[in-house]
């Protein structure tokens, strides 16, 4: 009788091992199971935002304005989250001579733009009416070439 409960004893922490040993291995197979996801999802969720946070493609924009027939071209730096730089291009001595409120009217305009980062809600004075109105057009279309979309 020893022999036969000894016998039985062995034959049940047998089957307990198998079980420990398949739990084990069913653990292990989901812990890496586990990792893989995290690290296929992780990457896609780490470069996502970057991606969807960037408001536009970084380089440099430029946008045409000819005021009787000179013409000059409003250029726009942007990183992907900034409007780094305003400022004209190709500006003849001829026609800041004719329109000299060009190029204050732009310094005034773009002080505002890089504090709010945006053209919207910019205040220009009475007498640069006109002339701001033009270059914040020049502005907004050089800003929707840079856009992602």
Not at 10 to 37: D, N, P, Q, S
Not at 65 to 75: A, G, R
Not at 121 to 141: F, P, Q, V
Request: aromatic content about 8%; cysteine-free; glycine content about 4%.
């Amino acid at each position: 009788m020893g022999g036969a409960a000894m016998s039985s004893k062995t034959k049940i922490v047998v089957l307990h091992t198998k079980e420990v040993i398949y739990t084990g291995i069913f653990v292990v197979l989901a812990v890496v199971l586990a990792v893989l996801l995290f690290l296929m999802f992780g990457k896609n969720k780490n470069a996502d935002p970057a991606s969807a946070d960037a408001i536009y493609h970084a380089g440099v924009y430029t946008s045409p304005i000819t005021l009787n027939d000179n013409t000059f071209d409003v250029e726009v730096k942007v990183d992907e989250n900034h409007i780094n730089s305003i400022s004209l291009v190709n500006l003849s001595e001829t026609t800041t001579a004719m329109y000299p409120l060009v190029e204050p009217a732009l310094d005034a305009l773009s002080d505002q733009i890089y504090t709010s980062q945006s053209t919207e809600n910019i205040t220009y004075s009475e007498e640069n009416k006109y002339t701001s109105m033009l270059l914040l057009e020049a502005i907004d279309n050089a800003l929707d070439k840079a856009r992602k979309e």
